[in-house]
Every structure is written in C-alpha cells, then in structure tokens.
RNA sequence: GGGCCUGUAGUGGAAUGGUUAACACGUCUGCCUUACACGCAGAAGACUCGGAGUUCGAUCCUCCGCGGGCCCACCA
C-alpha cells in the first residue's frame, strides 16, 4: 500500500485495470447471469460536463456492485456524434465546404472530441468495457440504423410525406425547433370584418398578410357570440369560403373570440389543420415572399405585405380596428429572424396513434423512482402528429431511399446497398417508368440514431445469439429531461423492431446545478469543469459527491461541502487502513480465533452485520446516496472513533493473552475487509490499493482486483444484540470521560485514578477496554441507571 | 396555461404520524493523544415557508396560498 493516497494511486489502478481486463464482459462465460447496462452516448462535444461525471457514476456503481454480486456485466460505451453544434463548430474553423469533404471534417473533428471525453471517463473511474464502444457516425451504426428504418418502412411505420417545418426564409434552411429562440416584439392586433349569410364575424390577427391562406375560422365551442355560425360558411375580406369550427383550444377571451386559421402562421395552426384535415394553402416561398395571394402582395416580404394589405383592407372598410399587441416569436438563434412554417417534404415516422401499446410497453419496466413514468405518459398522450425523422443537414445518417421524380414514388435501398451514402450510391432507375432514382439527400435526426442503441449493443439484427442473451438489457440509465425523447422513441421502436420492451429497468437522474441553484451556463460562467475537481479532490473524492449528491431524477445544487467531506473520508479511510494493514500484518485469519473475541469485538462485528444488510439493499434500490452514508457512519464514527481506541492496547501491547490478540487481529480483518468491499462500487480506486493489504490471504500471489471479489453477506450467527447494548453503554461512558477530560482542560490520553461506573447492565467484561481508551488505573462497576464518577 | 418535483440551522442536505429533528461544510472552545490536524474531544446554531384541515398528536397526510426548479404547450 502506497503511503500517500494521490493521483498517482488512482493512475496506477486504472492502467492497471486496462492491462488486466477487469471489466471485460465474459464472452465465453454462459453460466454467470449476464447484467447489461444500455449506457447513455454522451453528444461529441469533447467535453465531460458535471452532469455526466453525476449520472455516470451512477450507473457506474450499479456495474460495479453488480459485478461484485457474480453478475457476467456487460457495459458498452457510445457516442452520440451527429449533430448540428458539430456542423457548427466544424463550419466556424473551416468555412463552407462541398458535402462530402464537410462530412469527412466533421468526423476528424468528433475522434478528437472522442479522444478527449474518452480519457476523462477513465480519469473518472469508469468501468465499460471499451472493446465495444460503438459510434453513430461509423458505417456500421449506419447500417443499423438504416436497417431499423427499412424494416419499419415494410410495416408502413416509415413514410415521406409534406409536413410543415420550422424554416428560416433568411438562411433558406429547415430548422430543428432547437435552434429556434424566442423574442418580444410589438405588433398589432387586428380586427378583420368577415361576412356570411348570418351575418358579420369579426376576426382579430396579428398576421393579415396570411389572410390567403385562411382555410378556416375557429372559436370556442361554449362561446355564445358564434354558436349560431357553427360550421357555416363565412366569407374572407378576399373573398373566399371558409368553414366556422367549434374548438375547445380556442381561447375566447383573446381578441374577438374568433379566429383564422392559416397555413401557417403558427404552430397552432399546424395543429387544426391535421385536426380538421383543412387544405394546405402555401403563403410564402422558401426566401419569405408572397405566393398564393393576391396580385398586389405576391412577391413581397412578409413585413411589406402586412403593410399592403391592411392598406388596402382599410380603404375598403374591412378594418373594424387596430390595436398595439406585444408578442413573443420564435426566431432563428443564428440570425434573428422570425421563423416561418413551411410546408416541405419530409420523412416520418408513425406515432400518432401508437401511445396505447408504448405506454403498455413503459409500464411493464421497472422505473426508478417510480414517478419518472409520468413524463411518459404525459408526454405520450398529448402526441399531435407523427414525428419528423429527417433533417437537411450533412452531418448525419442518410435516409436508405430513392425517389423517382416522375412518379413521385419513393424506393427504398436494398439491403445489401447498406450502409447507404447517396453520395456514392449506384444508379438505379425507376421500376415504372424507367426514370433514374434520385437518391435521399436528407439525413436522419439524430433521435433517430440513439433510439436503437439497447438494439445495437445486443448485436441486433445479425448476432441472435448474442441478442437473446443481452435483450432486453438490464437496465438503461438516462436522465428525465430526455425521457420524452430517448426513452420515448427506443421504448417504440424497440417496440416495432422487435416486439419486446428494451429494458427491464429505467433508472432517472436529474442535473447538478451550479452552486447557486441556477443551471451551469457558459453565459452565466457558473460552470464547474470536472477536471480541476479530480485533480484537488482526487477521483474517489468526486465519486462519493456523485454517491451524496443523490439525485435521483432530481436536480442539485453542486456543493463543495460534499466534496471537502468526501475527500476528508478518503483520507480517514486511508489512514485506518494504513494502521489495521499495519496491525493484521503477517496475520493469517481463521475461524478459531472467534474463540478469543472480547464484548467490543463482537459489537463491531455485529454492528458490521447490520451494516451489510444495509448497504445491499440500498445497491438494490440503487440508493447510492443512503449506503455511502451508512458506510462512511459505521467506518468512521463506529470503527474508528471508539473500536480502534479499543482494541490499540491488544495490537501495542505485548502482554495481552494470545488468544486476545488474535480475536483483535481477526476482527480488524474482517472489519476492513467488509468495509472496503460495501465501498468499492464508490471508490475504486483507493479500495483496490487498500485491498493489497489482503493480498496474502488472496492465496497464489497473483493479484487479483477488488471489483471481483465477491460482495460481503451479511452472517446473521455475528449478530449480537446484546453486546450491542452494552457497548452504547460503555461508549457513554467514554464519551462521559472525554467530556470531563474535555471540560477540565487534560489531554485525551491523560490518565486518570479511578472510574466509579453505575450501569443497567453488567459491562465489566468491557473494564480492559475501557481502562485502556480512557487511561483509568481502576475501573468499578455498580448497578443501577447509568453514571460515571471519575477521579484524576 | 398544463404536468412533475420541491421549500428543513449561515450553507448543502437526511429522517420520522409521537421523547433533545440526523449528518456534513462553516462558526466557537479545548487538544499536535505512537493511523489520520484532510485529525480528535466538545459547544453554539432550526417556531422543519404561511394558513386551514385530518389526528389524542404533524416537519411528515389533505387542501389553499406564497416561493423555487424542470419539462411541455401556447401567445391567433
């Protein structure tokens, strides 16, 4: 054992993990149960954040005890590589560039940020087995991906269709509602008269210049004004029928209480066209000018045409009034400009429809904690349309089909053209007419990418038998604010693939907020970089914040409390070890010497049976939070306050009978062997160097780790409720003593004449230890309610 | 607007339908006692957000209010 604890002791073990196999999964071992974890693919950014380094050790002690507990763990690790921030990044440092020479830039660029995250997670302790890390950019992950989208599209789950996207007029490109922000602005609210045979509804809207686009006008259901022009037929200041449609989302409080709908001013919008199956009419082209209106807007920008037609209307008198109307709009976050609704040709994938048996699917996995459900379900029912899988961007999966211009039929790939790369693809012409294919440009959303993962770790679709044995896997980790995504779309199309749940267990972790309480921010420069923790802190120290911080799916300020105390328990717990290692040095342990054991020793062992109960059933609850603390308690106010202050004179002194020594000897052996073991899942590292300790009754000399020894069972034979008692006596009486010794200013090893101890229990069986931690020269015991009289 | 979570000493946070509400950091007082000063022994510090209810009894259960967080929807 190293005599300092550092950096260079956590290094030592994980090099040496590496070059052992430690945590290799057991390929060839069909016998041992198999444990398989479908780990979170942290997105590429080249940096562990602290709400990694949180959540990953979390499931990293799960892997951990689990291994411990005889389980064959299987432990992959991904990356999530496809992304816009990378496009981003990549386009800052290089400029534009054509699409394949762009993507090639992008890749170069993830390995690196790979590299990077890669060496933090093995600074971090993790435990995966890195011989099957996976990545979604690779032609491999490609393939699956591209497969799971060609089997779904033979079920009809896969199809093209015209579906509005938000879309920038400026930059000419479909956004992600990601990369849309919001912003205040001041507009007008105005109010349109509209007319029909029943008379005149007047509408209010802040966007006149969609007015063509009106395919219909909406009020609420209980509203008294319109219930007479349900589903009549109003007319348009231009001129055009429109249907009156009762709608509960419609708030009648707002404006007039009727409203248009057009395609598209807002999301809204979206929304009641599918609900009431309305025509879609285009009201701007793809740079934001007019189309589809009358002669005098066609053309013009959107700002332009509001001003023309309210002019216009105005002068006709179909303006009842104008009022001022602050708003919020979504703009693009790049530039800054509004966000229009267009309608353009995309790829999805069915869900509409599909909550019933996703749910089904939910439930019958164990969530932990239980609510985290909840924002399935939620989030299940109040699907409005079916989800949008492809993307125009470069980085990216590319979806496995052709089209045919002519026909306007779509084709998939052929499996074996897989993995699929339009830009490389052969020529292929349409079966109908002969026309040459045009293959996908577009690429797949990256949910898309991530939402197979439990699929691709289990060797789908081509390994069966590693499939059977690792799906559905054990458990998938991930943290709540992405349960309405990742866990959302694998549960489904897990679902679709393979008609079996993917996981049997969900465990949700929430976010480390910064000190403060605010969420870490670059803009608000409250981030803390994990980095800097270890090198003060030390790994095991940032392991066991991550054990204390608890969050179990919820968000925690970080704290530095935690950290300043864990790092002092590393160091207790390394400095007691150093001292038992000392103590049991050449000591052989065998079960004769319980013969010897005296009233403190057979406290501690039974108090280290409690312990054990403890602490496995906080791992099987995956109560990380309540087991360190149990464990810190017992080692630290338990073990070393009082039993080592005990037993010192029986491992110090050479007077003591044999048998006694030996009893000491056994019981520190068994204490910190136990110790170490409830707490390697936590701390690796500085248990496995405690460990070599041990080394000699491992047996051939080979060192074997830590983190497969097996996890300590509770023996309930050492259970002893009665020395338990007695000894919360006798530690009163100790800390009596330290109390009087405190008050009249004497040094805690000062010795004292005499102890007069009146108990409810006989404790003289105790009067050796006693007299040796307290320093009396004569101890006497009475009967009767607990006292202490003390003469020095 | 909807959903979920949440409100406990200066700070971070446990726990429990019932005696003095953990523990840690910080503070204060002693002590460098042959593992550890990243330590040891003590001490101070909380009307457990406000109100109502259920109960013999609530910090814990219910409701209302106020505050915080997260997610989602919307702003015609």
Redesign the pocket.
Known sequence: MED??GRNVEEKWQKWWADNGTYKFQDADLIKPVYSIDTPPPFTSGDLHMGHVLSYSYFDFAARYKRMRGFNVYYPQGWDCQGFPTEVKVEQKYGRKPPEEFRKLCQEWTVACIDKMKSQMIQMGFSPDWRYEYRTMSPEYHKKVQYSLLKMHEKELVFRGKHPVFWCTKCMSALA?SDTE?APRQ?T??HLIFTSAKGDVI?????PELLHACVAV?F?PEDKRYAKFANEAVTTPLGKQVKMIPDR???????T?A????TF???????WMYRYNLPIIEAFTQDGKVINGPEYLNGLKAEDAKKKIIETLQAEGKVVKIEP?S????VHDRCKRPVELMLSSQWFCKIKGKSDEIIAGAKAMRWVPD??I??LI??AT?V?WDWVISRQRVFGTPLPFRHCPQCNKDYPADYSELPFNPAVAQEKKCPDCNEILVPEKSTCDCWVDSSITPLVIAGWPDDEERFKRLYPVSLRPQG??I???WAFYTIYRSLALTGKPPFKELLLNG?V?A?D???MSKSLGNIIAPDQLIEKYYTDSVRQWAA???AM?????F????L??S??????L???S??IG?AITGYVPDESHKAGLELPDKWILSRLQSLTTQVTEDFENY?F??AT?AI??FF??EL???Y??YV?YRI?RDDVPKESALAARYTLHMALLASIKLLAPVMPHATEEIYSIFAESVGDGSRRSIHHAAWPVADAKMSDAAAEKKLVLINEV???V??F???N?????AELASLAITAPEDISEGKAALAACTGAKAVSFAQGDLSVKIKN
Request: proline residues 3%; positive net charge.
């Open positions: 300092k604890y509602k919001e507009s609210l105005n509408i209010a809207t802040s966007r909406l609420h989302d419609v708030d009648p409080t707002f404006g209480g409203l248009m709908v057009c001013g807002d999301k809204m919008d979206v929304v109307l708003q919020v709009v979504k609510f985290a909840s924002h939620d989030w109040t409005e709540v604010e349960v309405r995504t976010n907020l000190p309480g605010k969420k204390l911080s608890g799916a919820k968000d925690r300020p704290s530095y409390q935690d300043t105390y790092k002092s328990f590393l160091n207790k390394w400095n007691a150093k001292f000392t109560e939070h309540h603390k810190h308690q630290w106010n070393c306050d009082y080592l202050e010192k110090y100790v800390s009596q330290r109390q010794k405190s008050a200013k004497l040094a805690l090893n």
